[in-house]
């Protein structure tokens, strides 16, 4: 599961296919929101202070 940007968001989708071997799914964070999960303030790659805008599982 990553949280990224939208700059890094096909980073994220290749990072989870090669780990994982199948596609994911990704879910805008803007749009969707989780009863019992807050996602992180900004995006998991390293050196980004970007807002995490989408979740890659």
Not at 9 to 21: G, L, M, N, Q, S
Not at 23 to 42: G, M, N, R
Request: net charge negative; charged share 30%; glycine share 0%.
């Amino acid at each position: 599961m990553y949280c990224v940007c939208k700059e890094h968001v096909e980073i994220a989708i290749d990072r989870f296919v090669d780990e994982y071997e199948e596609a994911p799914d990704v879910v805008d964070l803007q749009k969707t929101h989780f009863a019992a999960w807050d996602p992180p303030p900004s995006c998991e790659e390293r050196d980004c202070n970007q807002d995490a805008q989408f979740l890659v599982i």
